[in-house]
């Protein structure tokens, strides 16, 4: 199992904390995305490591920024 952690600049509400995990949920088996606007933090969990270009474009799609932090 692989965790990733994201800092995302940008988010403010629900709305996307929706965005995010909708575009990342499309780059593929993700077993779990965990997003918060509150905090800034995209955590993906997924049985093998995801491409981080992938998950860092997936982000940019949904109208953010975001760095990998761990």
Known sequence: MSTQEYQVTGMSCGHCETSVREEVG?????????????TGRLVV?????????????????????????A
Not at 26 to 38: C, E, F, L
Not at 49 to 56: G, N, P
């Open 26 to 38: 499309k780059i593929g088996p993700i077993k779990q995305i965990d997003v918060s606007a509150a």
């Open 45 to 69: 969990t997924a049985d093998e490591t995801v491409d981080d270009s992938a998950v860092l474009a997936a982000v940019d799609e949904a109208g953010y920024e975001a760095e990998r932090i």
